[in-house]
């Protein structure tokens, strides 16, 4: 998937336990994204970063926390996660150019199945 | 306010038949994208097609095309000859680039599924 990678895979958290989503990607790109997807809701953005040092809320950030600790990558952080947590969550990087577009498309990272008990 | 419609929540097609996946969206801007992403049981979200709100023409990619109708603001993804493998859901998605960066708005989804 376009040099995106996730970890882990799989988690299974009781209720307000926190964790740490790994993400990195290796195109040398400036931005990077976290979705969510739930459901019959297709994917929804979480938060983005357009360069490394900057982050901006995307449309369901609340309960979440994330750090672009440098280009490669772009960690997501659940501090005291909830049953509406659970879903999978994914990473992405823009195509070719890995700067911000209109046009560009985003390749996405492999995954990571989270269940919150 | 953008929203990606896909009204199709199941489908299903015989094997080497083509199909057709519906998608609307409905957008202010004058420059977006517009894509389509296959997901698999898997569950990776694989990158299939992509048309150019200013493309004039419909953009193909082997099996795939996007039949793209401006005035209407649909674009529904095309299959020909389908096969088993491509049994999988699909999400058609539009990008917008606002507040200083691309941001990709999905559909709900459709699932595909191809008979022998």
């Known amino acids: 998937n376009a040099g995106v990678t996730q970890t882990p895979k799989f988690q299974v958290l009781k209720t307000g336990q926190s964790m740490t989503l790994q993400c990195a990607q290796d195109?040398?790109?400036?931005?990077m994204y976290w979705y969510r997807q739930d459901p019959g809701m297709g994917l929804r953005l979480i938060y983005y970063?357009?360069?490394?040092?900057?982050?901006d809320k995307g449309e369901v950030p609340n309960g979440y926390n994330v750090s672009r600790l440098n280009k490669r990558e772009f960690s997501l952080r659940l501090e005291s996660a909830a049953p509406s947590q659970t879903s999978v969550y994914f990473c992405?990087?823009?195509?070719?150019?890995?700067?911000?577009?209109?046009?560009?498309?985003?390749?996405f990272g492999p995954g990571t199945r989270l269940l919150v008990l | 306010a953008q929203k990606i419609t896909q009204t199709q929540p199941g489908m299903f097609v015989q094997e080497k038949e083509a199909v057709t996946l519906d998608c609307t969206y409905d957008?202010?801007?004058?420059?977006?994208?517009l894509f389509w992403y296959k997901q698999p049981s898997s569950g990776e979200m694989i990158f299939l097609i992509y048309?150019?709100?200013?493309?004039?023409q419909n953009a193909t990619e082997g099996r795939y095309s996007l039949n793209f109708q401006k005035a209407r603001k649909s674009a529904n993804l095309v299959i020909s000859a389908s096969q088993l493998g491509d049994s999988a859901m699909y999400f058609c998605?539009?990008?917008?680039?606002?507040?200083?960066?691309?941001?990709?708005?999905f559909g709900a989804g459709t699932r595909l599924a191809v008979h022998p």
């Open positions: 048309q150019g709100s200013y493309d004039e």
């Open positions: 998605a539009m990008s917008s680039f606002s507040g200083g960066y691309n941001k990709l708005i």
């Open positions: 970063s357009a360069s490394e040092g900057t982050t």
């Open positions: 957008t202010s801007d004058q420059s977006y994208g």
């Open positions: 992405a990087s823009p195509g070719t150019s890995g700067i911000l577009s209109w046009g560009e498309t985003q390749y």
């Open positions: 195109m040398n790109h400036n931005s």
